[in-house]
């Protein structure tokens, strides 16, 4: 079972969707603890919509309901996007539950593999790849805007 926890700004209108989107990348059988820390910004500038630390037990996911433009104007994520970024990091946590990322190195873990990735851009990490090519499936399926 996959225990969920939300605290901070309310996104109840979004658990439709983080439970559709646990069951697409969860086995059934799986016992996990997912928190989410919802906030106006999740770090100093407003520039990261979201981050997700973890092990294969529980992961905490925190998510940004605004972002801030170089000039410094603060705007809303809209809701199709705040889902975007839902479905990023419930990836991420997927990850972590799965062994793929740790929070002590660059290596990912895959099919019996482990790869360094300390010499490679963000955008090329594999489990960013993963994360925003899923994001785009899962919201594109399973996001129905309310």
């Known amino acids: 079972m996959i225990n969920v926890q939300t605290e901070g700004r309310d996104i ?3 658990s439709s969707f983080i439970d559709e989107c646990i069951m697409s990348l969860f086995p059934e059988d799986a016992t996990y603890d997912i928190y989410f ?3 106006k910004f999740v770090d100093k500038d407003g ?3 979201g981050f997700c630390m ?3 037990i529980e992961s905490v996911i925190s998510i940004a309901t605004h972002w801030v433009y170089e000039d410094g104007e603060e705007v809303a994520y809209e809701p199709h996007e705040l889902a975007s970024n839902i479905a990023h990091e419930l990836v991420h946590a997927k990850q972590f539950y799965r062994g793929q990322i740790n929070m002590v190195d660059n290596v990912w873990k895959h099919n019996n593999v482990s790869i360094n990735c300390d010499t490679i851009d963000y955008a090329e990490l594999p489990w960013e790849v993963e994360a925003y090519a899923y994001e785009a499936i899962l919201t594109d399926l399973l996001w129905e805007n309310v």
């Open 37 to 39: 820390e919802v906030k």
């Open 54 to 56: 973890g092990d294969d």
């Open 12 to 14: 109840s209108k979004y």
């Open 47 to 49: 520039s990261h919509a």
